[in-house]
Every structure is written in structure tokens, then in C-alpha cells.
């Protein structure tokens, strides 16, 4: 499809030809472009009528016998040998979309592959329109104004990954860096390239992320070589590799699916806004067993949320990723107010309240929880003080130790001196609040959960045990969402909890 466009259009060397040719003969040859003719300026003379050409062309007959006219011929043949320059990126481009063109006939924007030969084919014109590219790089096309790279369609990364779909090869765009869909032209298969932006301090934290994703897929390594079947039960992305590209620091990850945001949206039943229970049981399972592995390895993640845990292909596996915001639990840092995203950020941190730990994962690991099987959000305030104060409506005032421990709540205005909540309401006005008694009909856990829980008929065979497994569900999350750290689930305890001991079989 590609090699009989080029039989009668333009190849990629044939633009290096001019680029060549401009160094010494300020005349480009005319180029004829799938039927269409571009003149340059040595050739509007021959054909006068044609509304494509460029600029019409001066006799020169000046003899150079004189320094002077020496220096004026110089700066001509300078000034034109830029246009011609010119004159080869637009060039390149037309040839660049004309390529894309052909390449979404051959993968299309569902991720549906062609066969393996076409997909070859594709490659090397990806690899041949790289190295032209490269020869006649485009100042500021790499990024944008903010440090993120800014990728072209088939452009190859290192020699080796090419960027599919340029419109919809970004998988996602973060505060650190933006994910490009690749073809990995050794392998053929499809990857995930995290490049960060170009930014000292973006790269200093990815250089942190790369060090303990290592560590973590290493400790997988060890536990694949003793596990009796090989498999990766870490439920941790896989980093491939790494390598710089035009000053960016780029991160090779195994392809999933996507996360679990947007499966949700997906997947999401008519009338019911969660997913399967039996889909939840088995996420829930995997995301205590990444969480395990992690507290194995000494690592905090401090941002799990449902945007941050990705699905395979086929929809079985689950695996955390992006750990951006990760630390290792000795390096005992203190605590920062704003860490996890906001709607998943436990108690602790709003308050201040001593060093984190692995129990902040587990906390936003309840809140997913809780999402995946209702489909709403279960702490949604407007910032760090109305996120306690819903919070509290939930579960309870915190204990007088708590608050008195806890940094943040004299200087946030969160509590005054008797310990009453001082909530800042939207329209400006505080509300002191001295108790909480969350309504058992509609504020407890229990409650919000048994609103979005799916109903099933009642001669269903199924239904007793989706209402038992309900029951469970809901002891589960209250453990995971306990308010002081210490009390809060294990990973290890999570595991056998019955919940997640016995499978789901709706």
C-alpha cells in the first residue's frame, strides 16, 4: 500500500536529494507529489501558469571579481539555500502526512493490527521518515510550552519505539509527563512510553520512580523463579527499560488495557454505576496483593486511585502504576498535607498526624473499593477541611489523642481549643461543630454501600449470597477506612479476610 504510493509520489531520500543539491545549486529539481507538481524557483520559468509555484526566479550574471560582489553572492546563495531549506521541511511534512495517511489504513484507531508483514512495512517507512527527519529538525516541534514532548505520528523513539495514531497515541497526560502508545519495532509488540517533561525537578522525581519500580519488579523476579507456575503476582507495572530522548528521560512500560476509571465508565451495567461483583472481588483481591508487595519492598505509593491502576488486555489481570509520588517507608519524611489525591487522601495527612506509612495506601485502596462496587466517589470535599468534615460524618468524630497529636490542626484552623471542627463552609461562613453522629440510614459505610449494591430478583439463586458477600464488603472497607493508622487493615489481614478469601460468584 505504501511502496505503491512512493512508486509514483515522492520518497523520503528524494527531499535529502534537494537538501543536498541546495548546498551548491540554488535550484532545486521539481518534485511531483502523488500527481501534484512543486515547483521550485528554477522552474517557474518553464511553466508560468501554475498556481503551485513558489517564487519567481533573477537571472544572476554578476561576475565576482570584486570582494565586494564576492560578499553580495555569498549572502544570495546564503539566502537561498535557506529557502530551498525551507522548501524541504515543507516538503518532508506533505511527505510525513501522506505516510500517516496510509499507516492508519494499516492500524486503526481501535488498535486493531494489520498482518505482520504490512506492519513491518510500516516500520521501515517510519524508520525511513525518522532519518530524514532527524536531518531537518524543526526548532521547537519537540515540545511544548509547559516542557511536555510533543510527538509526531511514526516518529521513532530511540531508533526503536514508533508512535502510533499521533491524535490518540497519548494514553494520558499528568503533572510529571505524558504516555505515548509504541510499536516496539524489535519485538512488534505494543508498549507504553511515560516521557517526562523537561524539567530538572520532574526528572529528579522519575529518576526516584525508576529506582524503586526496579526494586519492586526485581523482588517480582525473585518470588516468579520460586512461585511453581512462574507468574508475576507482584500486580506491579513492568518497566522494560529507559532511555533519553531530545533531552527528555522516557520510561518503556508493558502495554495494558487501560485503568480502572475507565472501566468503569465502560463496563458500568444499565441502571448500575459499579462494576460485576464478581469483578470487584477479584480487583480488590489484586490490589491488597500489589499493596502487600509494596509494603514488602518498603515502599509507599501515596497516590492509588482508580486512574493509577491499569487492566491487561484481557480484562483478568490488575496492576498499580505510576508511582510518581512514591517513598520508601524509613526515610520517615514528614508529612506533606496535599500528598494522595485529594478524594483519596487519608485522615493522617490533611491532619498531620505523625509519619506516614503503608496504612495511607490502604486507606485509598478502601475508597477504591467502595467506588468500583457503587460507582461514586466516597469522600468527595472541596478541599482538606471539608474532606474532614465529610470524613467525620461517615465515621465519627476523631478521638481527642488524635487531634491533639496531630500538626496541622492550630495552623489549617481545623479544630479549635475545646476540639470542636471548625468547618469553612462554601459560602465563606466557619461552623463550629462539636460531635458527629453519622445518620445509620444514610452516613455510615454500611448504608452508602447497600445504595450501590445492585438488586438482584428475588428467586434469584444468587441473591443470598451476593447479600452475604455484601455484609462482608462493607466490614472490609470499614476496617481499611479506620481513622487512626494503627488500627487500620493489614495487607496480610485483608488477604484472609472473608470478603476476599472466598470468591464472588455473581
Known sequence: MIASWTQQGMTTTTANAIESQASTTIRPLPVRLGGITLLTEGDKEDDKS?????????????????????AALKAKMAQDKAKALAEVT???????????????????DTGEEATEAHIKVMLEKARELQENREKTPVEGERDDNEGYFVPSHLETLDGRYVVLNSGSSQISKGV???????????????????????????????????????RLNDEADNMCAKDLKGKDRSHIIRLMRTFGYHGHMCLVFEAMWSNLRDAMKKYASPGV????????????????????????CGIIHADIKPDNVLISKNHAQLKICDLGSACEIQ??????????????????IMLGYRNYSYAIDMWAIGCTIFELWTGKILFQGRNNNDMLKQIQDVKGKFLPGVIRSSKFVKSRGHFNEEGDFMWKQ??????????????????????????????????????????EKTEELIDLIEKMTALEPAKRITPEEALEHPFLASQVLV
Not at 55 to 68: F, I, M, V
Not at 195 to 213: G, P, W, Y
Not at 433 to 446: G, H, L, Q
Request: net charge positive.
Open 50 to 70: 501554475s498556481h503551485l509555484s513558489t517564487r519567481s526566479t533573477e537571472k544572476e550574471d554578476k561576475k565576482c571579481t570584486l570582494p565586494d560582489g564576492l
Open 331 to 348: 526515610e520517615g519524611e514528614e508529612i506533606v498535607e496535599y500528598l494522595v489525591s485529594r478524594f483519596y487522601r487519608a485522615p493522617e
Open 176 to 214: 510529571f509527563s505524558n504516555v505515548l502508545k509504541c510499536k516496539d519495532n524489535k519485538t512488534l509488540e505494543d508498549v507504553a512510553i511515560k516521557i517526562i517533561r523537561k524539567n530538572d525537578v520532574m526528572t529528579k522525581a522519575a529518576e526516584k520512580e525508576v529506582k524503586l519500580l526496579r
Open 426 to 467: 462554601k459560602n465563606g461562613v466557619v461552623k463550629t461543630i462539636k460531635d458527629f453522629e453519622p445518620n445509620p440510614s444514610c452516613d455510615t459505610i454500611r448504608a452508602k454501600v447497600l445504595q450501590g449494591t445492585r438488586k438482584l430478583a428475588a428467586d434469584d439463586n444468587n441473591r443470598k449470597h451476593l447479600e
Open 273 to 296: 454505576r459499579g462494576l460485576a461483583p464478581r469483578a470487584v472481588w477479584s480487583y480488590s483481591r489484586q490490589l491488597v496483593l500489589g499493596l502487600k508487595h509494596m509494603k514488602m
Open 90 to 108: 515543507v516538503l518532508r511534512e506533505v511527505v510525513h502526512r501522506k505516510v500517516t495517511e496510509t499507516a492508519h489504513r494499516m492500524v486503526s
